[in-house]
């Protein structure tokens, strides 16, 4: 049996995808009590989840002391060079997060790629503590990777012999296939494979001619490049490919559970939706059992054991509606993982979308609405509770940096709903 299918992730845009590579990425770190090792890749696509790695948010959370750093290729330059994979990463967060005997470059002062290769196979094996792959262990809890406009993956080209090796870790590769035409210094695909989480980000139109052929199956290293455990792909909307669309999950959710921050245009967007589809929507407020309410309104704050209920009360609305066939959708804040557990359950069907934008734009929408006094406090407090869906709660990201019938477009087309398909107009005129 080969290794499992990658499962596909479509986000909004690139600031979307670091986010969402950045919040797995913690998951996986969070998972490990041990030394947790992270393969990084070079390329611009990572850049901007580095970057992330290093704000406050994201630093304070990772165990510095326990994550070694490793990547997957390098290209054959002088470290301090500006296309020198390692120093990318340095600059954009290991420099000032990580511990300089966890960072492990590959080196390029050896004299030959072929040098620094076995070089760094030596310095992994150490690390690994054996010198065959158990696939019962992994090498890395996560390998980062993008992929090139010819479909190659770190340094491993199509065709090249390299793509083929199996008895080593790591290969000097000559000749480049693509610019940069500098030498390049490659891990091979079985010491890649070797990972819990292998994560794909794949940005920008430029990506959506070769991400068609990846997707249709082509032989091509980056279809080669699978986790012996779990592969994603996190594709942002430029880059996803007309037929992605047949590769998801069939069947129409039962219920939507639309969430974000205070103004990020839950009851807008809701409402749309619904009008759109045919399907009643809720606001998840008129949810609360009375003694919330009262509490609310003396201006005290709600406690988790005071949301529980309310939550509750929401599952077996939706509960309700899924044994009677009728579809619904609700607007919910749902700011953290545990609130969504109790809302969404075991249930494939009940499915998120995350309205998601920045503090800026969300913050003069709260400003301009009208009928609502909201203090700004009460938004960022908002934000600093919100914990977004990570890929594994499976969410309909959107930006709402859109007129709103754009966002029900964008909502529908990740969804799958066609607006000609008769099953969504069971309710509809
Ligand atoms: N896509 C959008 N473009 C412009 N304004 C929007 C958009 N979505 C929502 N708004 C406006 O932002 C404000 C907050 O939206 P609302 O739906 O009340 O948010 P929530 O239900 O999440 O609190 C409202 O004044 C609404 O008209
Ligand atoms: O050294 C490199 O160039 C990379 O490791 C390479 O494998 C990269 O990930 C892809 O070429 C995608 O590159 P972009 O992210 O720049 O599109």
Redesign the pocket.
Known sequence: MGPPSPELVRVADKAAMARTGADLLLARIAENAGRIAICL??????KQLYELLATQAYRDRIPWPRVHWFI????FVPAGDALH?MTMARHAFLDACAPAANIHPIPTDTGSPERSANAYARELITFYGADQLDPARPLFDVVL?????DG????LFPGYPAVEVRDRWVVGVDQAH?APFVP?VSLTLPALASCRTMLF?VAGAD?QPILTRVLAGEDLPANRARSTHETTFLIDAAAWPETAADRSPPGLPHALIVMGVSSSGKSTVGQALGRRLGWRFEDGDSFHPPANVAKMSAGQPLTDADRWPWLQAIADEIARCRAQGEPIIIACSALKKAYRKILVGDCGNVRLVYLEGDRELIGDRMGHRKGHFMPTGLLDSQFATLEPPGVDEHPVTVSVDAPVETIVDDILQQLHIGQDRPDCERNGS
């Open positions: 890749t070079g390329g611009s696509s990572p997957g290729d390098e290209r994979n990777l993008g992929i090139g406009p190659h993956v770190a340094s693509v390049r980000e990506k």
